[in-house]
């Protein structure tokens, strides 16, 4: 059999067109199948290894399949001689000669289309199970998603696939996966692409489909006791706390209540949106209990400003930065205090730190030089000794605010602090307040209620314990009220 296929190459490689289709399906096939191996064997990782072995090799071969035919009915037209005389000439009698299961070179062309199939078929697999993975969705295109795939490594999502959210299951969401990527990769070549990447994302998935396949709108979360830690800008990074009591509620029609009365199907709430953003709302709207809608108008705007968007809110119109989510400097730097990677005792960390990422760097081997410097020469124009004796503690430092740097901002992109606006809560962004404010009112002039007990319990605000306003009320304590 291996001396028929190499009869079977030779004599169809007739011209040095033939040669060429012959030297590109061969050449291809030896070089997938290798770094396949080493793929499986994890020797290979990088998506730009993954691209050539699943793109650029199958793409070959294919290329090589179509030249020989080319080469072969050119021949035939240069020598002016019919293909059964051409055959007789380049293969035996034995090659040619009929018997019962067709003749040699029949059996062969069957074999090869056969072990053809296969190949481009397990390539096809392969290629699909590659361009699935996050590492290629995160890395194939560094330079315009190198921002989403820094946070989505630091997400509390980072162990989901890409496509569970943005394709989805189905041929149909293959398919128009595959067309919407195929107008990314020409944006990505000749850089049509914005920067930064617009947001929210219009042809997202619908959120019910895909958030509800994991998070049942039926469970009931209760209250949830949250507390964050604020860190001061004195000498000692002082902590203080401030603690709410969430009342998430549920999204189940018989006991909706809390934050996720909104997501209730009997509590349908839909929205008019001016902007492209979703943060300046022109109306709201409200289904009663007989079926009917109660509206509020923003009296901020003239009734006839134009509608961007109209939609019924849904799961991402408060968790629009449920993966891809982007720090804001201070809480960034309170997060590392409180995971212990700052420390404390470090004089006027918070206050510096913050200093040094705020400020606007080229780009970010600048930013990160810069990072650098300020914080070295702080530490020794501050105590000259410090250096010596926390030189561990300061380079430590260092490093950590780099990578908060390095992780919230993308000069090539254009992404700096706030970029991307969170609207979970209403404490840095407008959030709740889009809706929930004075301004948002009915026909009888009564507004959206928007009293914080609405939503959570303050059990602390800024306080030094967690706890401060379960205590008894201190003589002269000014917000006695909130015991």
């Known amino acids: 059999m291996r001396q028929t296929i190499t009869n079977f190459l030779r004599g169809i490689a007739s011209n040095w067109i033939s040669k060429t289709g012959v030297l590109l399906v061969t050449t291809s096939f ?39 035919p080319v080469g072969w009915w050119k021949y035939v037209h240069e020598t002016g001689r019919s293909t059964r005389e051409l055959l007789a000439e380049k293969f035996g009698p034995n090659e040619l000669a009929p018997n019962p299961f067709g003749a040699t070179l029949i059996r062969t062309i069957a074999i090869l289309t056969v072990l ?50 943005h394709v989805g299951e189905g041929m149909g969401a293959l398919i128009d996966s595959k067309i919407n990527g195929t107008w990314q990769m020409i944006s990505v070549t000749f850089k049509l692409y914005e ?36 860190y001061q800008m ?19 029609s ?15 709430v839909r929205y008019g949106a001016i902007d492209d953003r979703r943060e300046e709302i022109l109306w709201v709207e409200a289904k009663q ?14 009734p006839a400003t134009p509608v961007n968007e109209t939609r019924i809110l849904d799961c991402i119109d408060c968790h629009n930065r449920a993966t891809h989510i982007y720090e804001l400097p201070e809480k960034a730097i309170d997060r590392r205090f409180s995971e212990g990677l700052l420390q404390r005792d470090l ?43 926390r030189l561990g503690a300061i380079d430590s430092a260092i490093t950590v605010v780099q990578n908060i740097y390095r992780r919230n901002i993308h000069p090539d992109m254009n992404v700096t602090w706030g970029s991307y606006p969170n609207h979970i809560g209403h404490e840095t962004d407008l959030g709740c307040f889009r809706c929930h404010n004075m301004d948002m009112v009915d026909t009888d002039g009564d507004n959206v209620v928007n009293e914080c007990t609405t939503c959570h319990s303050i059990l602390s605000f800024q306080q030094d314990e967690p706890f401060a306003y379960l205590f008894p009320v ?3 304590e000014r917000e006695g009220d909130m015991h």
């Open 347 to 389: 004089p006027f960390l918070k206050r510096e730190a913050l200093a040094a990422i705020t400020r606007n760097y080229p780009d970010r081997n600048s930013g990160l030089e810069g990072i650098r410097n300020h914080l070295t020469g702080f530490f020794r124009q501050y105590s000259p000794m410090i250096i010596g004796e």
């Open 474 to 476: 201190k003589p002269g």
């Open 234 to 252: 004195d000498q000692n990074n002082t902590p203080k706390y401030t603690t709410l009591n969430l009342k998430v509620g549920s999204g189940e």
């Open 195 to 230: 920067r930064p990447i617009p947001a929210p994302v219009h042809q997202l998935r619908p959120a019910r489909e895909t958030c509800e396949k994991c998070h049942w709108p039926s469970k009931f979360h209760g209250t949830r006791l949250k507390t964050y830690t604020r």
């Open 116 to 165: 053809n199939v296969t190949i481009l078929g397990a390539a096809s697999v392969r290629m699909l199970h590659f361009m699935e993975s996050p590492e290629f969705c995160g890395t194939a295109c560094h330079s315009v998603m190198g921002p989403e795939w820094a946070t989505y490594q630091d997400s509390p999502h980072a162990h989901v696939k890409c496509v569970e959210c």
């Open 254 to 268: 018989g006991q909706a209540s809390g934050i996720h009365w909104h997501i209730a199907s009997k509590n349908e």
């Open 289 to 302: 209990p007989d079926g009917t809608f109660k509206r509020y108008d923003n009296r901020r705007y003239d």
């Open 30 to 68: 030896v070089m997938f199948s290798i770094f396949q191996l080493f793929t499986m064997l994890g020797l290979l990782t990088n998506a730009y290894i993954g691209l050539i072995t699943y793109l650029g090799f199958p793409s070959i071969f294919i290329l090589g399949l179509l030249i020989i």
